[in-house]
């Protein structure tokens, strides 16, 4: 069972404040037949709300020196974050269907790295990848028992949204993050508004922190009215979001565990508990 | 009567060219407004942003809050009935804005973290601990332990005039 091997596109919350989330990915992934390699000197992606909203040509380029990064190591890209999967995915998407765009990012490319951008790098989404390429039958076949939890799945916003671009599953009725939770023993509940922002996007976090934290609160209250015992992300922002606001949510007494899906299939494959880094979670872990 | 402002084709164009090509295919049926998860909480009308930018309003528009309220969440972009790329929108509007010096403080220490260090977030004592602990390498193998590709993402901001842009005293 090889799924092929990758450039672990690391981004800046992953590795820097919950590294558990890489140590569970790299586990998991490897368990799964995904082969990852570092992507050397590769940077923050950069993040979309915070550096798109500011600056275009920028954001772009630097997202392209990420890609070429990758090409030149031979590899396509794996990322477990809905931002970095954002820029990386929607550069290339527009430097490989405007020549005009990509002339102008590879000038500034090559002046500064000597690198170009050639266009045969795919983004991947680990979601994506453990559903298309993985595959449903394999990830059941490594679950070692375990608790069967109520999930609230939380896909946030840019891992299928534009979905004219990304064209992973419909924007509206996703399913193939609840089949890939439900493959590792959970139950998926549906709840009221589920595909939601968590808020936190768009540079709102950073700016409006109050706003950020109520559109947080809407979505809690909604996955709590329905019972769920866990939220479920794939990106570490949601997840930074969610952990660290339940905290400061005065009024929510009960508060609603937060795992990566790479620390949920962690937990369902049977991985040490110190690996998956759960103690840096603000919000408590009691599973 | 109510007082009048004439339309400014002009900056309605640099929509266009920044990005918001879809712009002027909007008819203000408010499927996006309806949509918007930060206009539930707040004043933010998405349409009301659009309507502006169509009428090249860039004195309403630029300098408002109300601009920098969208997660760019992208459910209106996907609801809308007439295929209207609305973040792109906001996006372009945003770039301009940021140009006229319009930038929060928390956005700009925010972006000059990026241009300086490579990442949006800080690397602590504690991160490598931890990061030690769990078996990885403690700083990460990424521009935090390669000062010459930390050298090419500095120059990347300064050929993109990106450091210019993040200069203390915004509006």
């Known amino acids: ?103 102008k990012v590879n000038k500034i490319l090559k002046d500064a790295t000597g690198m170009e951008y050639n266009g045969t790098v795919n983004v991947r989404h680990f979601v994506e990848l453990l559903y298309r390429d993985v595959g449903l039958e394999a990830i059941k076949s490594k679950v070692k028992g375990g608790k069967n939890l109520k999930a609230a799945v939380h896909y946030g916003c840019h891992f299928l949204k534009p979905s004219n671009v990304k064209k992973i599953d419909d924007a509206e009725r996703p399913h193939v993050f609840d089949d890939i939770v439900e493959a590792a023993g959970m139950t998926s509940v549906p709840y009221k508004d589920k595909g939601m922002c968590c808020g936190a996007g768009g540079g709102v976090r950073a700016r409006t922190p109050d706003v950020a934290l109520k559109m947080t609160a809407e979505n809690l209250k909604n996955m709590q009215a329905a019972g769920v015992e866990v939220i479920v992300d794939c990106c570490p922002f949601c997840h930074l979001q969610y952990d660290v606001s339940q905290p400061q949510l005065k009024d929510m007494p009960n508060k609603i565990p937060v795992l990566h899906l790479s620390q949920l299939l962690g937990l369902a494959f049977g991985l040490e508990k110190e690996k998956l880094g759960l103690e840096v979670h603000q919000t408590k872990v009691n599973l | 009567m109510a007082d009048t402002k004439e339309p400014n084709p002009e900056f309605t164009r640099k929509v ?156």
């Open chain 1, 1 to 103: 069972m090889v799924a092929g091997k990758y450039g672990f596109f690391l981004g800046c919350i992953m590795p820097l404040r919950y590294p558990g989330i890489e140590s569970s990915s790299r586990e998991v992934l490897k368990s799964l037949g995904v082969e990852l390699e570092d992507l050397k000197g590769a940077s923050c992606c950069p993040a979309p709300g915070v550096t798109r909203s500011f600056d275009q040509s920028y954001w772009m380029a630097v997202a392209a020196r990420n890609l070429a990064i990758a090409e030149k190591q031979g590899v396509d890209i794996v990322t477990i974050c809905n931002g970095c999967f954002d820029t990386l995915f929607e550069t290339a998407h527009k430097l490989n269907h405007d020549p005009e765009a990509r002339k």
């Open chain 2, 16 to 171: 266009i060219e920044g990005g918001g090509k879809t712009v002027n295919l909007c008819f203000q049926c408010g499927t996006c407004t309806g949509s918007c998860p930060s206009g539930r909480q707040t004043a933010f009308r998405v349409r009301k942003v659009v309507r502006r930018a169509q009428l090249g309003f860039e004195e309403d528009v630029l300098p408002s809050d109300d601009l920098w309220l969208c997660t760019t969440c992208f459910t209106c972009y996907e609801r809308c009935p007439r295929g209207v790329e609305i973040v792109d929108i906001i996006m372009a509007l945003r770039n301009m804005a940021v140009r006229k010096g319009y930038m929060a403080e928390q956005h700009r220490k925010v972006a000059e973290l990026i241009s300086k260090t490579g990442h949006m977030v800080s690397l602590r004592e504690e991160d490598k601990v931890l990061r030690g602990k769990l078996g990885l390498a403690p700083v990460p193998p990424t521009v935090l332990s390669d000062p010459k590709a930390l050298e090419e993402v500095k120059k990347i901001a300064a050929l993109c005039g990106f450091d210019k842009l993040i200069v203390p005293g915004g509006k």
